[in-house]
C-alpha cells in the first residue's frame, strides 16, 4: 500500500511538474509581446546614381526622287542659246553664228552609286550672214555665174551674196550627283556632269564648220553654270537643320506619367536630348535616305520640369544606320517600404508548412527586406512550435533569408532569385532547431512565391502616357509624313541601394519619315 501511494505522489509530481512547464511556456508565448525580427548586420550598398536612362531614337528620312525631280524641273531652265566665237565671221559680212537648244523634261534614275538626273537636247546651229564682194567675184568666176541671174559681174563684185544655213543640233546631258550630308546640318550635292552632242556640220564657202565641237564649249560652261547654282541652293537650304530642331523642341519636355493607384501622386517622365548624329544619304531606285538620330536622358521626376536643351551646332556622323526604331529608357523606382508591405500581406500569419505536414511549423509574425550588398535579406521574426509530442513546445526566433532581385520578362514582375537561408539563423530555433528547420524550406519556397512584385501597372502606364505623347510627332502635312509607332517593352536591369530597387525597362517602337514634296526655299 505505502509502495502504490509513493509511486502515485511521483507521478503526481511529475505531472504537476509538466503542467508547470507548459503552462510557464504558454504564459510566456502569451504575455511576452512579439518585437520586429533582429536585422543582421549588414554590408553596405553604394546609394544609385539618380535616375537617367538614355533613349535613342533613328529615323530614315526618305525623300521620293519625284519630289526631286519636281524641284528641280521647276528650277533648271528649259532652253540655251549663245554665239560661238567662230573663225567664220571673219569670212562672212554681217555675220551672225548662233545656237538654240530645248531641253526634254528631266529624268531621275537612282542607284547606289548616285543620283542621275538626264535630260535630252534638240535645237538649231544657224550660220548666217553675206560674202564679201571680192569672195562673191570669185565664187562667180569659179561657178561661171556672171550675172546670169539678173546681175552683171559689176553688181556681183558689189553685192554680198546672202547665206542663211541651219543644222540641226541633237545631244543629252546627265548629270550624276553622290549627295553627302555634313557635320554642319548642311547637304552636299557633289554634281559632276556630261554632255554628248551629235555631229552637225555645215559647209560655207568651202569651209566645213563643225557645229558640235563649236557649241560643246558653251554648253559645257552653262552646264557648269547650272550644276554650281544648284549646288549652292542645296547647300544653303535649311530644310534638314530647321526640321531638326522642330524635333529637337518636342522631344525636350517633360511627359506626365498617369497615376498606377489611387492616392499615389503622378509622376513625369523628363525627356532631354543631349546629342544628334546621321549616316550618310544612301540613294535607291525611289529614294534618297538621310537617317538621322537623336539620343536623349530620360528620368522618373516628381513634378512638371523645362529641361534646358541646347540644339548641337555639330552634327555627328556614323556609320550606316539600317532601319528606324525608337528605344524609350524608362527607370522605375520601387522603394523598399513598398517590398516590405508586400511581403508584410502575403507572409504575416501564414503557417509553413502549408499542408501541416513535418514535424513543426512556422508561423510568420513579422517580416522586413534590406539590402545586404548584393543581395536581399529578408528578415522574419517567425514562432516555431513542434508538432510530434502532445507539449508542442514552441518559440519565437529571428530568421534570415537572402536572394537576388530578379525579372521575370514574361510576366514583367520583380522577384526574389537564388533564395537561400542566411548563416545568421542556423542556430535561431535552438532547442526546436531540428525539427523547426524541416520547416524552412517551405517557408523559401513561399517567399519566392509570395514575394513578386507586378511591374506590369506602371509599365502600362509608362507605355499609354508616351504613345500619347508621340500624336506631336505624327504628322502628315506639307509633302511630309512622320510616322512613330511603339512597339514592345522590355525589362533590361535592376539595381538597388538601401532605398530602392530600380528596374530599367526599354519601351520599343519604330520611327520613319517620308517626304513626298520638298518646301520652297528658305
Not at 537617367?52 to 533613328?58: D, Y
Not at 546651229?125 to 550675172?147: E, M
Not at 537643320?241 to 497615376?259: D, F, G, V, Y
Amino acid at each position: 500500500m505505502f509502495k502504490l501511494t509513493g509511486a502515485l505522489k511521483i507521478a503526481a509530481a511529475i505531472v504537476v511538474a509538466i503542467v508547470f512547464f507548459v503552462g510557464t511556456l504558454w504564459a510566456l508565448n502569451l504575455l511576452t509581446p512579439s518585437v520586429g525580427p533582429q536585422r543582421p548586420v549588414l554590408e553596405q550598398t553604394p546609394a544609385l546614381p539618380p535616375a537617367t536612362r538614355p533613349t535613342v531614337i533613328i529615323a530614315p528620312v526618305a525623300i521620293a526622287i519625284p519630289a526631286l525631280r519636281q524641284a528641280i524641273e521647276e528650277a533648271a531652265p528649259r532652253s540655251l542659246s549663245g554665239k560661238p566665237d567662230n573663225p567664220i565671221a571673219k569670212v562672212l559680212s554681217k555675220a551672225e553664228v548662233a545656237y538654240t537648244l530645248e531641253r526634254s523634261p528631266l529624268t531621275f534614275t537612282g542607284r547606289a552609286d548616285g543620283l542621275i538626273i538626264a535630260a535630252d537636247l534638240n535645237g538649231t546651229l544657224r550660220v548666217a550672214g553675206q560674202f564679201p564682194a571680192q569672195l562673191n567675184s570669185l565664187i562667180a568666176a569659179v561657178t561661171g555665174d556672171n550675172g546670169k541671174q539678173g546681175r552683171t559681174g559689176k553688181d556681183a563684185g558689189k553685192d554680198g551674196r546672202p547665206v542663211d544655213l541651219r543644222a540641226d543640233l541633237k545631244g543629252r546631258v546627265a548629270v550624276t550627283s553622290r549627295p553627302k550630308i555634313t557635320t554642319g546640318w548642311r547637304l552636299e550635292a557633289n554634281l559632276t556632269g556630261k554632255t554628248d552632242l551629235a555631229e552637225a556640220n555645215l559647209q560655207v564657202a568651202g569651209l566645213k564648220l563643225n557645229g558640235a565641237r563649236e557649241i560643246r564649249p558653251l554648253v559645257d560652261r552653262a552646264m557648269s553654270d547650272q550644276m554650281l547654282a544648284l549646288a549652292a541652293r542645296v547647300r544653303e537650304d535649311l530644310f534638314i537643320e530647321n526640321a531638326a530642331r522642330r524635333e529637337w523642341t518636342k522631344i525636350c519636355r517633360s511627359i506626365p506619367l498617369e497615376s498606377t493607384a489611387a492616392g499615389v501622386p503622378p509622376l513625369w517622365l523628363e525627356t532631354r536630348p543631349t546629342r544628334a548624329f546621321a549616316s550618310q544619304p544612301r540613294v535607291d531606285s525611289g529614294n534618297v535616305t538621310i537617317t538621322l538620330g537623336l539620343q536623349a536622358d530620360t528620368r522618373i521626376v516628381p513634378q512638371q520640369t523645362k529641361p534646358d536643351c541646347p540644339f548641337p551646332a555639330k552634327l555627328e556622323l556614323v556609320p550606316p544606320l539600317d532601319q528606324g526604331k525608337i528605344a524609350i529608357g524608362v527607370p522605375i523606382d520601387v522603394p523598399f517600404a513598398e517590398l516590405n508591405k508586400l511581403i508584410e500581406t502575403q507572409l504575416t500569419d501564414k503557417t509553413f508548412p502549408e499542408d501541416g505536414s513535418g514535424a513543426a511549423q512556422i508561423t510568420v509574425l513579422r517580416a522586413v527586406a534590406a539590402a545586404a550588398g548584393k543581395r536581399v535579406i529578408v528578415s522574419m521574426l517567425v514562432k516555431a512550435q513542434e508538432r510530434k509530442s502532445w507539449f508542442g513546445l514552441g518559440s519565437e526566433a529571428t530568421i534570415h533569408i537572402s536572394g537576388k532581385p530578379a525579372l521575370d520578362q514574361d510576366r514583367q514582375t520583380l522577384r526574389l532569385d537564388d533564395i537561400s537561408l542566411a548563416i545568421e539563423s542556423d542556430a535561431a530555433f535552438g532547442l526546436l532547431g531540428a525539427a523547426a528547420n524541416t520547416a524552412v524550406p517551405a517557408l523559401q519556397n513561399a517567399l519566392a512565391r509570395y514575394a513578386v512584385f507586378d511591374l506590369r501597372p506602371a509599365l502600362a502606364n509608362a507605355r499609354k502616357s508616351i504613345d500619347k505623347a508621340l500624336v506631336d510627332f505624327r504628322k502628315q502635312d506639307d509633302g511630309i509624313k512622320i510616322d512613330a509607332q511603339l512597339t514592345g517593352l522590355r525589362l533590361v536591369g535592376v539595381e538597388f541601394d538601401s532605398e530602392i530597387v530600380r528596374v530599367s525597362a526599354e519601351i520599343d517602337g519604330i520611327a520613319r519619315v517620308s517626304v513626298s514634296r520638298l518646301p520652297g526655299k528658305q
